[in-house]
């Protein structure tokens, strides 16, 4: 087992690189790195001044971000900019959307599809 794939302490589950990480999200290693350096993405950790992940995090980060749009997606779906569409959801007046817990920055809020083709077939 490479040094960098034994477990953390206080745990079974072998630690994963950036990668390997990447390959099992279907991410680029340089997306993933972004992603990690804007506070989005799955929790990682820091071993002897390397980045890894659990794979147990990794399904988690996967399940939750499954299918979810970004405000620029959900905006392209309806037709509108992002602008505007970030500003119906500042006065409460577009589609439903959720924030992932441990998301930062920019890209915390996601929309269901369903949620807001909705929003959009009432209007």
């Known amino acids: 087992m490479r040094p960098e794939n034994t477990p953390q302490e206080g745990s079974s589950e072998p630690l ?6 990447a390959a099992i999200v279907g991410l680029s290693p340089f997306t993933l790195d972004g992603y990690r350096a804007q506070g989005r993405g799955p ?3 820091s071993v002897d001044g390397r980045v ?7 399904e988690a980060w996967i399940a939750e971000t499954d299918g979810l749009l970004t405000t620029a997606e ?4 309806v037709g509108f900019s992002e602008s505007h569409f970030r500003n119906l959801r500042t006065y409460g007046t577009g589609p439903a959307f959720i924030k992932l817990k441990g998301q930062r920055g920019p890209h915390r809020v996601f929309y269901r599809p369903n949620d807001v083709i909705a929003w959009r077939d009432a209007r």
């Open 74 to 77: 959900a905006a392209k779906l």
């Open 16 to 21: 994963l690189t950036v990668d390997e990480a």
């Open 52 to 58: 890894a992940y659990r794979r147990s995090d990794l």
């Open 43 to 45: 929790e990682h950790r």
